[in-house]
């Protein structure tokens, strides 16, 4: 339960008399250390706004006031966003330089006008760009999967150029998180359905097939 706290006559002129040049968390030590009070952040709100003890501050800019950066030009500094030291923008990266995504998919800097801010160069992931290099353009409605699920497995032989039917029989099948041993028998039956038109489809929980 709540603890009932008594303000005192004493107490509410302490808060009117500080609370103008005085933070809140500063009030609530001072208010312990004096009359043993022991106010939560809460506590100390509700308190100030049932008496009407105002702070005194707006957040506005007082006329003849003077601004923290007055003097100040130019660069003042890094703060939490800025870039840190050493670090590279990956539009500033070498060409052919690489990196991870989130999703775990490899990146990498390719000598290839980027078609939203037309520069010379831009970010692609690199299994198509070793697929295409080798191919030739991947065809409409295709997309490059990795036959052992392994996304840093770059091998040729390993880059499979597959339509998006297909594509879709694996995910239906869990395709990527088969056993090794299981997947080429698995990529021969998609590609089964896939030709004969058939989606393994799972009826959704608590449905029955008519």
């Known amino acids: 339960m709540p603890q009932f706290v008594k303000y005192t006559p004493e107490v509410l002129q302490y808060l009117r008399d ?14 312990k250390a004096r009359f ?15 008496y009407g003890i105002p702070c005194g501050r707006t957040g506005q800019f ?12 130019g660069y003042m500094g890094a703060n939490k966003t800025s870039f840190k030291k050493g670090n ?8 052919y330089s690489e990196s991870v995504g989130k999703d775990g998919y490899v990146f990498i800097i390719v000598p290839e006008r980027n078609p939203w801010t ?3 160069t831009r970010r692609k992931h690199k299994h198509l760009w070793l697929w295409e290099q080798a191919n030739g353009p991947i065809p409409p409605k295709h997309a490059v999967i990795f036959a052992d699920g392994d996304m840093h497995n770059f ?9 998006r039917t297909l594509l879709l029989i694996l995910n239906l099948h869990d395709y990527k998180n088969q056993p090794a041993e299981l997947k080429p028998s698995i990529l021969a039956l998609a590609k089964l359905e896939a030709e004969a038109g058939v989606r393994s489809i799972k009826p959704a929980a608590g449905r029955k097939r008519k």
């Open 62 to 73: 007082v006329a003849g006031g003077t601004s923290w950066n007055k003097g100040k030009t």
């Open 36 to 50: 043993g009070l022991n106010l939560t952040r809460q506590a100390l709100n509700q308190a100030l706004k049932k």
């Open 88 to 95: 590279m923008p990956w539009t500033k990266r070498p060409l």
């Open 18 to 31: 500080n609370y103008t040049t005085t933070t809140q968390p500063e009030l609530r030590v001072e208010l």
């Open 155 to 163: 091998a040729l032989e390993n880059l499979l150029c597959v339509s």
């Open 118 to 120: 037309g520069a010379e």
